[in-house]
């Protein structure tokens, strides 16, 4: 489980007389069910004092973890959302596999394996640095779930040692289609990547999910933890082993989601790695044996789906902030390098430091692309929030900027300004999270939401819901939308797929965002 245990004062006194002692314990009795009630909305920090529970972040994640539920294939278990039922069930079988689980990435029914990947990564990094905040306000339970039903198909991927399925439906096909996922009959082709037609960087980014989800689940389910821990080791030894992109191998999956070099999820999968098993030799990887090859130093990166750059960078700081006293000296200075330009990243994004990045719109929001902005801006302030809260539990009081000198406090009210923004604090006075405040997004580019659930439609006849002037009558409850233009401007439209699409890995950023707003915190100094 992640995040700190909560700390609680011991009120004995070692010299106290029995009776006094038996008043205390009546009286501790006699409170529980006020402290139980208080202890909801209260996180208590490693010094034991209270800090009150934000709530519009907490409603906020409340909302943003049901789009796993509206993204799930399968057979559904305790089934959160009305509209949504079982789908894909026989997805896998020409294979004599069982895919049927897993995630809709985002407005269609395809399963891609490299974003679905990334999505687990990044949703068990958020349960392990802000699991305790999750729980102060219910929520860890249900990104417990989410994960599990994805990493539960990540295993059922990987068959054998250089095998693994990377897809499950045809996309060309699904794109021709408008349906729910409940009523579609067209074939569900499955694709891998092997030995033949290698693809590094998504059995990498598999291998990243697996090895993060094994420190979750390692307390509570040692057993299935374990069996993670073997699936990303195999896969990250198959991704390096038969080094290709997948894009090359298998040039089909150009059109969707293109891979621009692999080289980073090795380094993100091998830190990943180095994290759940303390292998040294995963940390001579990113360091003396790779960093200089993939790593690009003191070159700052806008983390992605496709680019973890910047993310592997954060994550390595980790170890100097916490556990580098020890290490031998060539790889703490590899270490430190990959801190250097971790805070080169976290210069970028404060808006007044002297190398602060003009990617912004007039509102403030961090925008690199028109399509799906919002993955970006969410991925920066999520990192942006976690560098805030290590240098916090390592009591680093200062992160310089070109001569000019900035507070945690900075990086987490820019982490704020990304949110805000997000959750209404903009020009169109919108919410991009759908269900959340009084005006959001009612016209979703998602086939579900847009298809009522008792019509009779086939794969062509619904195009007349894409098209339809109607709101979308089932609402994707927890959809983080594309995003704004670069002027702040958003056209609430279905077939207006750059802005109006949601997916699952901004979901997951967005998660782990509003998990470390929920209240000040530190973090743990050791995942395991």
Not at 40 to 55: C, Q
Not at 479 to 489: F, H, I, Q, T, Y
Request: aromatic share 12%; with cysteine; proline share 4%.
């Amino acid at each position: 489980m992640g995040g700190k245990q909560a700390e609680t004062s011991n009120p004995r006194d070692r010299g106290s007389s029995i009776w006094c002692l038996l008043v205390l314990v009546i009286g501790a009795l006699v409170v529980t069910a006020a402290a139980l009630t208080i202890l909801k909305y209260l996180h208590f920090s490693k010094n034991n004092e209270a800090h009150p529970i934000n709530k519009k972040y907490a409603d906020a994640l409340e909302l943003a973890l049901q789009f796993f539920d509206v993204q799930k294939s399968g057979k559904l278990v305790d089934n959160r959302i009305p509209w949504r039922g079982d789908s894909g069930l026989q997805d896998g079988s020409e294979e004599n596999l069982d895919l049927s689980k897993g995630m809709y990435d985002a407005g269609d029914a395809i399963k891609f394996g490299f974003p679905m990947a990334f999505t687990a990564t990044v949703l068990s990094w958020s349960i392990l640095e802000y699991g305790d905040q999750m729980n102060a306000v219910k929520q860890l339970g249900y990104a417990y779930n989410s994960l599990r039903w994805i990493t539960d198909y990540l295993i059922n991927s990987h068959p054998s040692e250089n095998v693994l399925y990377f897809q499950v439906g045809d996309p060309g096909l699904d794109h021709k289609c408008w349906e729910r996922p409940e009523t579609m009959t067209e074939r569900r082709p499955v694709t891998q990547v092997n030995t033949s037609f290698p693809g590094t960087e998504v059995a990498a980014e598999t291998a990243a999910a697996l090895a993060s989800a094994s420190l979750v689940f390692k307390e509570n389910d040692p057993d299935y933890s374990s069996s993670l821990l073997t699936h990303a080791r195999q896969l990250f030894t198959f991704a390096d082993t038969y080094r290709a992109s997948y894009s090359i191998s298998i040039p089909q999956v150009q059109g969707f989601y293109n891979s621009t070099g692999y080289g980073d999820e090795l380094l993100w999968a091998a830190s990943w790695l180095y994290h759940a098993t303390r292998d040294d030799s995963y940390l001579r990887y990113v360091t003396e044996l790779n960093g200089q090859r993939f790593a690009n130093m003191e070159i700052t990166t806008w983390f992605s789906w496709d680019d973890k750059l910047a993310g592997t960078q954060v994550l390595l700081s980790r170890i100097i902030f916490f556990g580098a006293k020890d290490m031998p000296t060539v790889e703490n200075l590899d270490l430190q390098m990959y801190r250097k330009t971790a805070e080169l990243v976290m210069c970028g994004l404060l808006p007044d430091s002297p190398t602060a990045t003009s990617r912004r719109t007039d509102g403030g929001l961090i925008w690199i692309t028109e399509w799906n902005p919002l993955q970006h801006a969410v991925a920066s302030a999520f990192l942006a929030v976690l560098y805030s809260d290590y240098m916090l539990t390592s009591q680093t009081e200062t992160l310089y900027c070109s001569g000019n000198s900035y507070k945690p406090d900075d990086l987490r009210n820019f982490a704020i300004s990304q949110a805000d923004y997000v959750l209404g604090e903009n020009a169109m006075k919108m919410s991009y999270l759908v269900g959340y405040g009084s005006r959001y997004p009612l016209y979703v580019h998602h086939r579900g939401s847009s298809i009522p659930v008792n019509a009779d439609t086939s794969c062509q006849d619904g195009f007349k819901w894409l098209y339809s002037d109607d709101p979308n009558p089932n609402i994707a409850v927890g959809a983080l939308v594309g995003g704004p233009s670069l002027n702040d401007s958003y056209s609430d439209t279905r077939d207006n797929v750059k802005q109006s699409e949601p997916s699952t890995y901004n979901s997951a950023l967005l998660v782990g965002l509003l998990s470390g707003l929920i209240s000040t915190s530190s973090v743990v100094k050791s995942y395991t």
